[in-house]
């Protein structure tokens, strides 16, 4: 997940680990790494998925990411939560409930901003207010598989 404003960019692995990289200065600044998954969570087989399964929103410091129970990881394997997690504490702030499973996934710059929740398989596009996380609006009909969200920099 980039942020084109800020320069700052949030890897998140196979296995639910961060990473937060600040190229905004000469030199780029790696943050520590850590887990977004407690053992709890690891036994019960959560992890990221998807082919774009992240997304980083700067102003609030959160972290958006695709989340669902699986024996195998797979890139192609759509997800059905969005789990929030707060930079700064590195904590799980929130949970939510997707209507359609999802591959990709991005939010906007607004101050409020909007969660948009791609499905590859069902070719659906779902959108979320990131407060409530109520859904708030579906396009269908995408066609042949649709694979990547593009957000205006």
């Not at 959160?62 to 192609?76: C, E, I, N, S, Y």
């Amino acid at each position: 997940a980039y942020d084109y404003k800020t320069q700052e960019i949030v890897l998140v692995s196979f296995w639910g680990h961060v990473v937060h990289i600040d190229f905004s200065q000469e030199e780029p600044k790696i943050g520590e790494s850590w887990s977004m998954l407690t053992d709890e969570q690891r036994k019960e087989s959560w992890a990221p998925g998807g082919w774009q399964p992240a997304a980083y929103h700067s102003a609030s410091k959160r972290l958006f990411v695709l989340m669902d129970r699986r024996d195998k990881w797979a890139h192609t394997t759509e997800s059905r939560e969005v789990w929030v997690y707060d930079m700064e504490s590195k904590k799980r702030i929130q949970t939510i409930a997707l209507v359609h499973e999802a591959t990709c996934l991005a939010v906007d710059k607004a101050d409020k901003p909007y969660i948009y929740a791609l499905s590859s398989h069902g070719k659906t596009l779902d959108i979320y207010d990131v407060e409530s996380g109520k859904h708030m609006f579906n396009q269908g009909q995408l066609g042949h598989e649709p694979r990547l969200l593009v957000r205006n920099p």
